[in-house]
């Protein structure tokens, strides 16, 4: 009987993708000259697992490909080829081809010939200009027939570009007509729009965004120059290009190629031309479709001793099970204290049930770390900056859906600190401090929630800067009052920029309050400590799971609400000579010198039973939220749980002042409050 090889598929991409992780770390820790055998051996190990595993299940071009980088690999490991940076290069962008031919095979998707084939032209380059001494004054050598037959490299005629914004576009700042007028100014842009995602004009939402466009680009624009436009928008739509060929005439005939025997085959001996560099201009996979990838599926390795653990908790809890219902078949009030006795270990079994369960989803933030020695390395080379990236506490563990909802707003913070915070090596020198700037990454536990901070030690942040441009762009008032921490959370304000000039790693003004929104929007906050001309710190606070919250019930009425634990700082009974009414403002209290707004939940969420409607009848509960502080006016404090969240916009929609909601243990469904939101909604 034939085994149906598709049931294996996800394993070996899972471990293709693992394998690709470590050949890349390997690559950017190996030293230049010298040869470091294990460090040679990891890549070459993960590398020909790749191989052999394509092989198994029939990627021949995968196969193929991993085959030359082999090749390459183990000319370094035997010592007949020093490792040097053009050949780390070329490694680096063939691990980034084999990612991407891994990601479109895992997806369905054809693999991008052309671009594979570039990549394995600057491999055979590398393998051509072997010198055992190092020395690269000696020609490579040529085959005799290889000049009659090789094409001259094609010219880039244009591109093919599919820009397909997501529905929050507009809602970030961007404007899609404004991008494609600077296409226009590069070259001659031909624009088509996709009217197919645009809904019936009654459920029209002029804030979303609903077209797509395919632009055809026509004439020699450096690939660059399209990222440049596109960049600070690659998180809020999905975004293609695909460079247009000019083929020159070949110096004599050549018989034309075999047709391909399937999406996945790419021929070794391709008759693509070689291009000077290893960065090729290769189709760019789609950004969802590179993050699934990335992702891979749902599924997490599990350490052993979790799995151990939660067996036992379950072994425990089935002869807590058996013991209760030995006491029920024969139940008398004589044995009222077993059945206590047995509701106790119940309950404190299920609880210790339940935090295995949350442990065996917490992975080691290492899984969103790993990606940033190749950014610095990538970043600090293109920029002419001489950088150290250093990595604390890797091993720290946080919820699965923490890890994969973090990894874009780190990426945005850690291209900052290199960009904006690093100084140039001159000028770091003439401040008096090494050349090499360092940025450092670390991730900690602070009760529960887990703190990841970057830091460099750069430049820092000029406040007298920062207020002049908020005031330029009219984002603050010239008069305006504001503390360090104000000033310096202006960076999070929407269209705000300090950056000089336009290029592919600065932007225009977006992406600094994207990442705030997305931290918040993981129950989080973000702070900034900075000194000028010594660097800045940017703390990230979340909390450890986005399953389970430790809240505080409130009634309101005859609804029962849930306050999260962390954001309550005090509760309280008020006296009426504390209460200050403004007249259209609404009321505020005084608590230790200071006014906090009055946020009566009755009226905001409609509730008609309130049983308290003055001020010094109820309780108000102080919380804070993106550092605002309120009080929250109840009727009474129910108790302290741990609740289960249920996500509200997924099974109903989006209720501004609404995390979720949770099932009580009488059944009832109990409303969790976003703090941030419900101070925006009593503002409005």
Sequence with gaps: MAIDMAQFHQVFFEESFEGLDAMESGLLNLDMGDVDADEINTIFRAAHSIKGGSGTFGFSAVSDFTHVMETLLDEMRDGRRKVTQQAVNVLLGSVDCLREMLQAIQGGKEV?????????????????????????????????????????????????????????????????VRMLRELATLGDLTVTADLRGLPDLYQLDPEECHLSWKLDLRGQVPASDIDEIFDWVEEDCDLAKQPVFVELPRFDSEPSAPESGGPNEVPVESAAPRPVHARTTATEVKKDEAKAAAKGSSSIRVDTAKIDTLINMVGELVITQSMLSLIGEHFELSKLDQLKNGLSQLERHTRELQESVMNIRMLPISFVFSRFPRLAHDLSSKLGKKIELKLVGEHTEVDKTVVELLSDPLVHLVRNSLDHGIEMPDVRIAAGKPETGTVTLEAYHRGGNIVIEVSDDGKGLDKDRLRAKAVEKGLIDADAILSDKQTYELIFMPGFSTAEKLTDISGRGVGMDVVRRNIQALGGNIDIISTLGKGSTISIHLPLTLAILDGQSVAVGDETYIVPLGAIIESLNIKEDRVNRVVGKGETFLLRGQYLPIIRMHEIFNVPSVRHTKLTEGLLVVVEGQGVRCGLFVDDLLGQQQVVIKSLEANYRRVEGVSGATILGDGSVALILDIPGLVRLANQ
Excluded: C
């Design 112 to 176: 991008d010939r052309q671009g594979v084939a570039a990549h394995q032209s600057a491999l055979d380059d590398e393998l051509h200009n072997r010198s055992t001494d190092g020395d690269s004054s000696s020609p490579p050598p040529v085959k005799a027939e290889a000049a009659a037959i090789a094409p001259a490299s094609p010219e880039i005629a244009g591109w093919t570009i599919a820009f397909s914004p997501h529905l929050n576009l507009l809602k970030t700042g961007n404007e899609p």
